[in-house]
């Protein structure tokens, strides 16, 4: 168990991780501009980040796969879309109790969440897609 939390967290500082950082400071500035773009339409943080999710998988996959974890088919897609589904649900949830109980702004509430989206993002990627690599 020790040796495992250990690994864990020797992952964190590896360099696959700074390319996972680099490479989602990418995605995330594309995701929040979406995000932001559909919810100045729609005043709806829901559709808004459905369709960011939507538009962002696709962006997203191609962009971890090659950079990160150097696969290049749709070998891992669909696990991909499951993690990504996961991840959409906590990530609303996470956003609505930032906007309804704690009556935070929308935009600032989907940055706070990025906070807790971002490392559960790539330990899901790592041990639930990639587990491979």
Partial sequence: MKEKLKNEIKAFFSWKFVKFLLTGGFNTVMGFAIYS?????????FVSLLLNYIIGIVI???TYSKVVFDIHNFSFFFKFIGVYVIIYAINLCALKLCINVLAINPYLSQLMTMVIIVP??????????????
């Fill in 37 to 45: 773009g559909f919810y100045y339409l729609t005043h709806n943080e």
């Fill in 60 to 62: 997203n996959y191609f």
């Fill in 120 to 133: 559960l993002l790539f330990i899901s990627l790592r041990k639930l897609v990639y587990r491979n690599d």
